[in-house]
């Protein structure tokens, strides 16, 4: 069983960045990948990056590579989302989540753990 919590969200002007943070509980927590995802309003939930068990491994979407950078620290039981050249199209409620997997995906429905999520907000 893992536990996820997400902080560092927040309002940001255009073009500022945030730096989200997710803290795990669970002994085993370097054996999961771990990925960030986002919702806005009427929208669907989507992939924006996911780190391996090791975090040697990672992927993004299109959307965010360029923009945002994850990271972990396994030490800590912490995976971490640097954003920068936020955008207002930014704007949702950004989940983490991890899967019981080593590697990361960006099938949602991979993903066995959920956070309650962090409301990052960019202002025009």
């Known amino acids: 069983q893992v536990q996820l919590v997400e902080s560092g969200g927040g309002l940001v002007q255009a073009g500022g960045s945030l730096r989200l943070s997710c803290a795990a509980s669970?002994?085993?927590?370097?054996?999961?990948?771990t990925g960030w995802f986002r919702q806005a309003p009427g929208k669907e939930r989507e992939f924006l990056a996911g780190?391996?068990?090791?975090?040697?491994?990672?992927l993004y979407a299109n959307s965010v590579k360029g923009r945002f950078t994850i990271s972990r620290d396994n030490a800590k039981n912490a995976v971490n989302l640097q954003m920068n050249s936020l955008k207002p199209e930014d704007t949702a409620v950004y989940y983490c989540?991890?899967?019981?997997?080593?590697?990361?995906?960006?099938?949602?429905?991979?993903?066995?753990?959920w956070g309650q999520g962090t409301q990052v907000t960019v202002s025009s």
């Open positions: 669970g002994r085993t927590f370097s054996s999961y990948a």
């Open positions: 780190i391996g068990g090791s975090g040697g491994a990672s």
């Open positions: 989540a991890a899967d019981r997997n080593f590697i990361p995906t960006s099938r949602r429905s991979a993903y066995d753990y």
